[in-house]
């Protein structure tokens, strides 16, 4: 594949490039500072067809013209790249990624499949850098060159890094959250359109369990230098599937282990400034968390693109007090963009950035952005 300009990027493919995240991957690869796509796989079906005839390229604006004829590989190592993006099903993306990482490649992925094993780190800049010394873990216990490092689950991602700067200054001790997940969070074709039209879906599969038992508690638990110790507090999941095309909206209720004032829970949001925003990676939002004071705000089609990087930043509104616990707020976040294929973006920079995926790719890295 030909290189886009004078100055040679880091080799990145995309696993899962025809599908709803994998799209998303290539368009938010175009014109990155660092990265250059110099592969894209898809399933055997898709493989040995040109990029342009396997993908129903579904999102704003055209595919970018010098992939149209992009002959697909399937999702075997070998291929030109030292960072792969995953968008594959969960059915699939296990193997691939191990296989990938055995092999030397950099693996982030969205899949769910590794994102509990206790040498993975489950990632999102802003909220546990630390938990990326997991690499080196994982390298040694599993014999591996390479790595991989996973992103949560859409909706986690959003309400956690809410909860952040909220749990390192008053302690999240209880939490009682309901969702409201956009169509695209079930990929393409997703959700049929006589199911969702006119309608509200009150189960997602395997989401609450998610959102209760594993993701919030590993992404706000402590590394101690070996492992993750998982936070300790109580989530209460109520997820459902609204007829909104893109950004899920979240209804938050917390009771902390000291009651802080709303001024304080306000400030804790807009004093936020995390290691990622301090770095001023190429896709981190500046700021990350944006509070919105109106009284109807955040919503879906007005909020999910806000912020300095559209998609990547989460957004928060509505804060009262809560009758039951302490306060409720609302959360929104784009789903396919943070929640997805930004958010792995986003972890792919902090690892060149932090030097995992080599000194000569961190130097690079840091060359290209003064370029
Ligand atoms: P999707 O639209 O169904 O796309 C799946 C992709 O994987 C396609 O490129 C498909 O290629 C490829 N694929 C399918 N089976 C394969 C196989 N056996 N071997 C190799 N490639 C195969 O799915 P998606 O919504 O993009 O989701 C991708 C992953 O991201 C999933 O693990 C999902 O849980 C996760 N995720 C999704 C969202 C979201 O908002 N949608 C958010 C967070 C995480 P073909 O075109 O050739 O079939």
Known sequence: MASSGA?????????????????????????????????????????????ADACNWNLRGDM???????????????????IVFSALPASTAGEVEAAFAAAGY??????????????????????????????DIQRRQRGWAGFIATNPNCSTTHLVSALHPLH??????????VTMQAISGAGYPGVSSMDILDNVVPYIGGEEEKMEQKEPQKLLGVFDGQQVRYADFVVSAHCNR??????????????????????????AWQEYRPLAQQLNLPSAPQPAILYNAAQDRPQPRLDRLAGSVPGMATVV?????????HHKFMVLGHNTIRGAAGGSLLNAELIVAQGYLGPE????????EVA
């Open 106 to 135: 950099g693996v982030c992925s969205n899949a769910r499949n590794h994102r509990y094993d206790d040498d993975v780190p489950l990632l999102i800049p802003e909220v546990n850098p630390e938990h990326l010394a997991l690499i």
């Open 7 to 51: 100055v040679s990027k880091i080799k990145v493919g995309v696993l899962g490039a025809t599908g709803a995240v994998g799209q998303r991957f290539v368009q938010m690869l175009q014109g990155h500072p660092w990265f250059e796509i110099t592969a894209l796989c898809a399933s055997e079906r898709s493989a040995g067809k040109r990029y």
């Open 64 to 82: 970018p013209a010098h992939l149209r004829d992009v002959i697909l590989q399937e999702c075997e190592p070998g291929i030109d790249a030292q």
């Open 317 to 325: 509104g509505r804060l009262r007090p809560d009758p039951l616990l």
């Open 168 to 177: 390192v200054r008053f302690g999240v001790k209880k939490l009682f959250v």
């Open 242 to 267: 609204v007829p909104v095309r893109n950004g899920h909206l979240e209804a938050v209720s917390v009771e902390f282990e000291e009651r802080p004032s709303e001024a304080a829970i306000v400030q």
């Open 361 to 368: 790719a961190a130097a690079l890295a840091q060359s290209l």
